[in-house]
């Protein structure tokens, strides 16, 4: 489910991201420390607001679903952009629950990070209000007032990551991780995905979990444990900072 994807895709970028920040490429700029020497790193603001941009990634792929919750994230924007996506993936869990789907989405995030600016900042915005949507951000039974909340939520988030000067040199990376984490999450269920596609074999992981999406365990345990996972990372990371 979503809130399952988007905190899987929050855990994968708390765990990672202090790695890459030593990455000169995906930093936009370079910080000083106490000894005066130059480091690449990763602001606080940067580490959380890629937390929900790799989040709002792991969404992505079920944008491929009209009548998903996802879908009605902001309202109409988001419904038709998800009829859309559904008549050019083929339907549900097909192009877009892939390997190259998420090599796509990446790389495609990563030019609109480098050389359109008002792209990257749409795109910004979309994903951040797709992760808070995931996570429950609304109202139970009123799609509009969900969307209004969404929408103010997302906006200060934007404007407060704004203000502190963020960069994203990283979108790129944040985005591809999210969607791979969907797929790898989604090759857990009984339904499996077609990784390689466009062949049509749908992979499950070798253990074959076969986990019923919805059910109690994932809603009673596994939501749970993985939203205690990244409190705790959140914590971890940010605390020495």
């Given at each position: 489910m979503g809130h399952t994807h988007a905190l899987t895709g929050a855990i994968a970028w708390l765990g990672v991201a202090p790695?890459?920040?030593?990455?000169?490429?995906?930093?936009?700029?370079?910080?000083?420390?106490?000894?005066?020497?130059?480091?690449?790193?990763?602001?606080?603001?940067?580490?959380?607001?890629?937390?929900?941009?790799?989040?709002?990634?792991?969404?992505?792929?079920?944008?491929?679903?009209?009548?998903?919750?996802?879908?009605?994230?902001?309202?109409?924007?988001?419904?038709?952009?998800?009829?859309?996506?559904?008549?050019?993936?083929?339907?549900?869990?097909?192009?877009?629950?892939?390997?190259?789907?998420?090599?796509?989405?990446?790389?495609?995030?990563?030019?609109?990070?480098?050389?359109?600016?008002?792209?990257?900042?749409?795109?910004?915005?979309?994903?951040?209000?797709?992760?808070?949507?995931?996570?429950?951000?609304?109202?139970?039974?009123?799609?509009?007032?969900?969307?209004?909340?969404?929408?103010a939520m997302t906006a200060g988030l934007f404007a407060v990551f704004r203000s502190d000067g963020v960069g994203y040199a990283w979108l790129g990376l944040a985005v591809a991780v999210g969607c791979l984490v969907h797929v790898v999450g989604d090759c857990c269920t009984e339904k499996g995905c077609p990784v390689l596609w466009p062949m049509k074999q749908r992979w499950l992981l070798p253990w074959k979990i076969g986990i019923k999406t919805g059910r109690a365990f994932e809603q009673k345990f596994l939501a749970p444990v993985l939203s205690v996972v990244v409190l705790g990372l959140l914590y971890w990371r940010l605390a020495p900072i």
């Open positions: 790695a890459l920040a030593a990455l000169p490429l995906l930093t936009e700029s370079s910080r000083f420390v106490e000894t005066g020497v130059m480091v690449n790193a990763l602001s606080p603001a940067e580490f959380v607001a890629g937390a929900l941009v790799c989040a709002g990634a792991a969404m992505l792929p079920d944008l491929d679903h009209p009548s998903a919750t996802i879908a009605q994230t902001f309202g109409p924007v988001t419904w038709a952009l998800s009829k859309a996506v559904n008549w050019l993936a083929g339907g549900h869990r097909h192009a877009t629950h892939s390997l190259l789907f998420a090599v796509g989405a990446g790389f495609g995030a990563h030019y609109l990070a480098t050389s359109q600016p008002i792209g990257r900042d749409v795109l910004v915005v979309l994903l951040i209000g797709l992760a808070l949507r995931a996570i429950g951000i609304g109202i139970p039974g009123k799609k509009f007032a969900s969307a209004m909340v969404n929408i």
